[in-house]
């Protein structure tokens, strides 16, 4: 710019920090530097976290608060007392100081920021360094996700779960597919958060530091049925777990001798496809909304479709949900693939399950 | 000058109100065309938001649940983007920069009636796409999703290519215009930082665009043609889509951020009665912010099992971009410091902006950050971030810009009582609607859901309470045009005693704009070193 005079060019420059706006800027500095500290120290805008990698991860953002509070308030502040300050006399048409830019105070907050940006960089780099470093004795939990619901296997005990049970104080690593869209696997109390792919395993590590349930939440929209894509996860002690662990293997056992009860491998079924996500069943201890209720309905199963009986309509209504939509409710809702996922022999044990109840 | 405003069918010019509905080459009728429609759009888009804030104010699923909720946010973001802030930011460039620049038009006129007109079957379809199911996988539409969605899905896709082609042509529009056509005495550092801006944006429209173009045709192969690009089990890839689909969409945030820069940096001055502080660091931090822009598209992906190494270039690029943005907003508090403020409506917008982007900026940084990210990626937090950019930024921006330019383009003042019951209304509602949603997020709320827990009830009621209030507060500012485009005050060609080439002719300019070509003698922000130029 060849015309513009800097600052110290101009002969005439009046006063642009006087005494006033030097005692509001120092103030606003403390204030920002208070501010920031005291946001950034107890910052007061997250629950507590649950899990190592979520203190880490809170850590930082602490950190990142007290950084952008001080940002804030030097902004807002400067910004307000110009709005006060610099307000024109009603009758005054003059113009303000031609000031066109100072070479020094550019460069001061250009390298300033970016040292400070950083910084931060610095700080996030190295915590993501920490939370993602697998163990040895971790837990693998293979974590699978299909429109709308969660299912967790465990390789080693060889047990399956609608919920998802771990032990405290133990790193669990996930290894997680889906069976459809994509997902995303987050417990905002853990601060863990992967998205789940078809045909590609993704991994997250975590482990948790205090027992109790917390929320399972999808957080990537796969469809009609996103908002109740839920589940639980169990941090509890370690006897618990194993515990569990155990009495889920007594489950198996005798659903795989299910001839004996084929009610039991039928709700074991139910559970296990995610049918309990969006129907409600009581003997299934289903409470799911987004599809009809199914207590009640072998009495109605015979009905629907003239010509049909109960076993072939049931059979459909599973594999072709569309061929016969229940009033009130939408089509192309209930994902149409169940034929894929589940075996012929399965479909059977479902089908007797849901006309078995009387 | 009457007999060539006709030639064959198309016209030059608006005579009267039926020339707005044809193939017009006058670049100002375009602007009029593209802002009117925009704002159209703005409205039905909010129309939407409210939907989604009057199903969101309790939870459970009251209204619309499910699939039709699904829809509702994906129309809203959809049209909001790319039907109401990139036409409405192009539209007002389109009237004021040849203006600013001294021209009597773009460098293209019939290119640019075409941008324009290509938006029209875009939106057709875009609103079509409710009729045959709907488009209902968000404004993104990640595969394999959209790829099981209905048919709506398919003209959601092949409305965007109009929409894409109508952003290129107009790019390269106004790269040829600014670069080529410029008054007598216009060098490169005296051209005026909205028309820098409308390089920077561009250039991001001309390299970003094609590559959205290019992955939505992919798209809609695999949909209609059944071909395999996103599913891994034939050898493609559903990451590809979000890698091709980010690299335009995020620098399409500067394309709905910069022109807003632009018009900050003019109604600044004007109002404070001081030159812009440090003109070329603005316009190199523009042109910066375009080129990192490209830099950076993968933090949308951070939680996507990306390659975990490649997170951390991608954090460190992310974080860069504050640089130069807190460069504009150190310059603008620098802008405003010891000059004269008038406070009216354009100015307490623009005020406004700086107040509200920093917000959306600092929160940028947040999500920069990979470990934060992953706590807070596709939750509310996300949704409070990028409405503190595109609403506290580009939307205030567009407001600040359109009471600052509304004399010129009109002939006539808006009211400024009206004006301010107008901002204050948008400020209160806005921050009511959209600060309690960093909150919601930190705390567990996801984004695109129809049901919450119970927990989170307090602030979602607060937030569209805040949504009813800051729709509410559009209808000041309609009544305002409404009435002050019969009985306005006359504005004058220079209301603002402004400088500028837009301030030296007549309000609303003449066909041609100039009676006689402008010769420029300096920059256009002169305030406190020379007389405010007279109209010729």
């Not at chain 2, 700086?354 to 999500?367: A, H, N, R, T, W």
């Amino acid at each position: 710019m060849s015309q513009a005079p800097g600052p110290e060019a101009s002969g005439s420059q009046p006063v642009m920090f006087d005494t006033t706006s030097r005692l509001v800027a120092i103030v606003i500095g403390v204030v920002a530097v208070v501010a920031g500290l005291v946001l950034g120290i107890n910052n007061p805008f997250l629950n507590r976290s649950v899990a190592t990698e979520g203190s880490a991860i809170d850590q930082l953002f602490g950190l990142t608060l007290g950084i952008a509070t001080v940002v804030f308030v030097i902004v807002q502040g400067f910004l307000l007392y110009s709005i006060v300050r610099f307000g024109r006399q009603p009758d005054d048409d003059t113009d303000g100081p031609p000031i066109r830019g100072n070479h020094k105070l550019e460069i001061f907050w250009t390298v300033i920021p970016a040292l400070t940006i950083f910084f931060v960089g610095f700080m996030s780099y190295q915590v993501l360094a920490d939370i993602e470093q697998p163990q040895d004795d971790a837990l693998v939990v293979e974590v699978k996700g299909f429109q709308f619901a969660w299912q967790f296997y465990y390789p080693e005990q060889d047990v399956t779960s609608t919920e998802m049970h771990i032990p405290v104080d133990r790193q669990v690593h996930m290894k997680m597919r889906s069976n459809d869209v994509i997902h995303s696997f987050w417990v905002p109390e853990m601060r863990i958060k992967k998205d789940v792919m078809p045909d590609r395993v993704t991994e997250a590590f975590i482990t948790g530091t205090e027992t109790g349930t917390y929320p399972i939440v999808c957080t990537e929209l796969c469809g009609a049925g996103h908002a109740v894509m839920r589940s639980q996860i169990i941090i509890q002690s370690d006897a618990d777990f194993k515990a569990w662990i155990a009495s889920q293997q007594t489950t198996a056992s005798q659903a795989a001798g299910a001839a004996a009860d084929p009610m039991a491998a039928g709700r074991q079924l139910f559970n296990s496809s995610g049918c309990n996500a969006c129907h409600a069943l009581a003997d299934a201890g289903a409470v799911g909304a987004l599809g009809p209720e199914l207590d009640g309905y072998s009495a109605v199963a015979g009905t629907r479709v003239p010509g049909q009986s109960a076993e072939q309509y049931t059979l459909e209504a599973v594999v072709k949900p569309n061929a016969f939509i229940v009033e009130g409710f939408p089509a192309n809702l209930m994902p149409q693939d169940y034929g894929l996922r589940i075996s012929e022999q399965d479909l059977d044990k479902l089908v007797t399950y849901l006309l078995g109840m009387k | 000058m009457v007999d060539t405003a006709r030639r064959g069918f198309v016209r030059h010019g608006a005579r009267t109100w039926r020339d707005y509905f044809t193939f017009n080459t006058d670049h100002k009728v375009i602007g009029i065309q593209y802002m009117v429609m925009a704002f159209v759009f703005f409205i039905i888009g909010g129309i939407l938001a409210m939907l989604i804030r009057a199903e969101l104010a309790a939870p459970g699923m009251q209204f619309v649940g499910g699939k039709a909720y699904n829809q509702l946010f994906t129309i809203h973001g959809t049209l909001m983007i790319f039907f109401w802030i990139i036409p409405a930011f192009i539209g007002l460039a389109n009237y004021v920069v040849p203006l600013q620049l001294g021209q009597e038009d773009m460098a293209f006129p019939r290119l640019n009636a075409l941008s324009f007109w290509l938006v029209v079957p875009g939106a057709i379809l875009m609103l079509t796409a409710f009729a045959v199911g709907g488009a209902e996988s968000g404004w993104t539409a990640y595969p394999p999703l959209s790829l099981t969605t209905h048919t709506g899905q398919t003209l959601w896709a092949i409305s965007l290519q109009f929409i894409g082609f109508s952003s290129i042509f107009g790019g390269l529009n106004f790269l040829v215009t600014i670069f080529n056509m410029r008054a007598r005495g216009m060098s490169l550092s005296r051209v005026p930082l909205m028309a820098w801006a409308m390089v920077a944006t561009s250039i991001i429209i001309v390299m970003g665009t094609p590559v959205l173009s290019g992955a939505l045709f992919l798209l809609i192969f695999s949909r209609i043609l059944g071909t395999n690009f996103f599913s891994s089990t034939a050898g493609g890839d559903p990451l590809m889509w979000q890698n091709l689909f980010w690299f335009y969409s995020h620098p399409a945030v500067y394309i709905m951020v910069l022109p807003g820069f632009g018009m900050i940096s003019e109604v600044l001055p004007a109002f404070s009665r001081k030159p812009i502080f440090g003109y070329k660091l603005i316009a190199v931090s523009s042109l910066a912010i375009g080129i990192f822009g490209f830099l950076v598209w993968a933090h949308h992906m951070f939680t996507s099992g990306m390659d975990p190494l490649l997170r951390i270039p991608f954090m460190i690029t992310s974080m860069i971009i504050a640089v130069p943005t807190g460069v504009k907003i150190f310059s603008w508090l620098a802008t405003i410091w010891g000059g004269k403020l008038r406070f009216t409506t354009s100015l307490m917008f623009a005020l406004a902006f700086i107040s509200m982007f920093v917000i959306g900026g600092l929160s940028g940084v947040f999500l920069a950050s990979v470990p934060i990210d992953i706590h807070v990626q596709d939750t509310y937090f996300v949704v409070a971030h990028l409405h503190y950019v595109l609403f506290g930024g580009s939307v205030v921006a567009l407001y600040s810009g359109i009471y600052y330019w509304f004399p010129k383009i009109t002939g006539r003042m808006l009211n400024e009582r009206l004006g301010q019951v107008h901002f204050w209304l948008n400020l209160i509602g806005f921050n009511l609607t959209f600060l309690p949603q960093h909150t919601l997020g930190l705390d567990g709320m996801p984004r695109r859901v129809a049901d919450y827990d119970p927990a989170f009830t307090g602030l979602n009621l607060v937030s569209s309470i805040g949504a009813m209030l800051l729709a509410f507060s559009t209808l000041p500012f309609l009544i305002n045009v409404v009435v002050s485009l019969r009985r306005g005050a006359l504005a004058g060609p220079n209301p603002w005693r402004a400088f500028g080439l837009e301030w030296t002719t007549s309000s609303p300019p003449p066909i041609h704009n100039f009676p006689t070509p402008p010769v420029v003698d300096g920059d256009p922000y002169g305030y406190g070193e020379r007389p405010v130029p007279v109209a010729s």
